[in-house]
């Protein structure tokens, strides 16, 4: 049976503003997710759940790109939370492997706080050109070593390459 491509559902019609993701959050669709926090944080919004229950893995682009939210979250006036809801182990252990947990702004939860409505929209994807899809990772990753110093050696390697990439 062929697997469903990987989507993030969004709605944004209440507070607090709900993502699910559907299949792999990776490198090669976090990008429009990474435009929809911005934009929505820029909008003043400032609650947002991630719903992992359909997810079936992620990577450290994706993870550095929550990280990033989270601490653009934590600058915000007034400040704002990020609640991972319905994280299967590995996720959960990836998430807390790599700091995101230390983050205050991020909030793990046991239950889920709320219910998928009829006002979940599928978030477009989007095509990034190489220079630019090599920013992004390389942002992630540098997100993940200012959250969590112990990052440094497990990306190092891929922090420099990204480098010489974008420069």
Do not use: W
């Amino acid at each position: 049976m062929p697997s469903t491509p990987p989507v993030f559902l969004v709605n944004a019609h209440h507070e607090p503003v709900v993502v699910r993701v559907h299949g792999r959050a990776t490198l090669h669709n976090s990008a429009p997710l990474k435009r929809f926090f911005q934009r929505l944080v820029e909008q003043g919004r400032r609650q947002f759940v991630l719903d992992f229950h359909d997810c079936t893995g992620v990577d450290s682009t994706f993870l550095g790109i929550i990280a990033g939210t989270s601490m653009q979250l934590l600058q915000a006036k007034p400040q704002g939370t990020l609640t991972l809801v319905r994280m299967n182990e590995r996720v959960k252990e990836l998430v807390t492997n790599l700091g995101l947990h230390k983050l205050p702004t991020v909030q793990l939860a046991k239950v889920d706080g709320y219910k998928p409505g009829a006002k979940d929209e599928v978030l477009p994807s989007e095509k990034l050109s190489e220079k630019e899809g090599a920013r992004m990772i390389l942002q992630a990753h540098e997100n993940l070593v200012e959250i969590d110093a112990s990052n440094r050696s497990k990306f190092q390697d891929v922090i420099a390459f990204l480098k010489s990439q974008t420069e």
